[in-house]
């Protein structure tokens, strides 16, 4: 049934991982030929900020399409209800590409800042939702497996 507290668990993980699309994970100053440059990390490319103008600086090819498999991965968690030990695999599954994605946006950030010699700054909303994902994806699975007991119980007293 979709009424219960893990789909709405993952329906926040899935507006997060939605989110992740349009926020900065990091950022980056730089001083560049004396100007300084602000660099936007966001999963989908690293925006450049000079004189007040935009521009798509670089990409790294394998956030986006890890972060489209983890949006779309989510929305088939929330209709596996059905199935509650499959679904525990999947959100279990998912999970690990989370966790990939957390420690690959790690090392492209460090990697980024140290060949531009500054300290990338965390603090950005971004930077937060890779996390919202991750405990909701727990509390998922806690609510999933609270389930099956409460199944399992039923058929035992039948």
């Known amino acids: 049934m979709l009424q ?16 992740l699309f349009f ?15 602000e660099y936007h990390f966001r999963l989908t490319g690293i925006m450049k900020m000079e004189d007040d103008s935009l521009s798509l600086y670089a990409y790294q090819p394998i956030l986006l399409p890890l972060l489209i ?32 994605l957390i420690g690959l946006t790690f090392y492209f950030v460090d990697k980024f ?8 700054n965390y603090k950005q909303f971004g930077f937060l939702l890779p996390i919202i994902i991750v405990i909701m994806l727990v509390l998922t699975n806690k609510a999933i497996k609270k ?6 119980q039923s058929e035992r007293l039948r």
């Open 23 to 37: 926020f900065p994970v990091a950022k980056i100053l730089s001083m560049a030929g004396g100007k300084l440059v």
């Open 4 to 19: 219960r507290i893990q789909t709405v668990y993952l329906t926040i993980a899935f507006i997060a991982s939605v989110l």
């Open 69 to 100: 498999i983890i949006t779309i991965s989510l929305i088939i968690a929330i209709f596996m209800y059905k199935n509650r030990t499959k679904q525990v695999r999947f959100v279990a599954f998912v999970f690990l590409f989370v966790a990939a």
């Open 113 to 120: 800042g140290t060949l531009h010699n500054t300290n990338p």
């Open 147 to 152: 389930d099956e007991m409460k199944v399992r």
